[in-house]
């Protein structure tokens, strides 16, 4: 468990299922990320982070609030699974809406990446966004990552002319 002055990134437990649910299934949530997920949509993500977490110690954690013990999202490092940071690690994070424009991503995206520096040294992080999602891209800026239009590429989770098929990548 990572905690921050606000928060706690702790590794998701089954319970947490319907709370992931919630998330994926928020339109706004998930604008920049394929739409709204149904659970059975949604469900190999929390598989993905559990297997991540079970793995290798590490992945997107959930994040939750320490004052009130509710859970905002995810924020964390996992190993990244397509295009050119496959197997390389990757910061991401994912808010409930009514979380957005408090500082968690920035607190939670520090702490993940200090995580990694003290347990993954030597390792680069990477970032993954669509052009469109300038509040992720401008957090991995506020964070110190720097853009590398070297290694933008097409995501294969969205077919050619998809809107949200064009990545690009941010290095820390």
Not at 108 to 127: C, D, I, K, M, N
């Amino acid at each position: 468990m990572i905690e921050t002055a606000r928060l706690r990134l702790r590794f998701w437990t089954e319970a947490d299922r319907p709370a992931y649910h919630a998330l994926c299934a928020a339109p706004e949530v998930m604008a920049h990320l394929g739409g709204p997920q149904a659970p059975a949509e949604a469900d190999p993500g929390f598989e993905r982070m559990l297997a991540s977490q079970a793995a290798h110690g590490h992945g997107f954690w959930g994040v939750e609030r320490r004052s009130d013990d509710a859970l905002l999202g995810l924020c964390g490092v996992k190993y990244g699974r397509v295009g050119p940071i496959l197997d390389r690690l990757e910061i991401g994070w994912r808010l409930r809406a009514d979380a957005w424009g408090q500082g968690y991503a920035r607190e939670a995206a520090t702490a993940s990446l200090a995580w990694a520096a003290a347990h993954r040294p030597g390792e680069p992080v990477y970032a993954i966004t669509v052009p469109a999602n300038r509040a992720s891209w401008g957090l991995m800026t506020r964070l110190g990552m720097r853009r590398r239009p070297d290694l933008d590429f097409d995501h294969p989770d969205f077919a050619p002319g998809h809107p949200l098929r064009a990545h690009i990548v941010y290095q820390g």
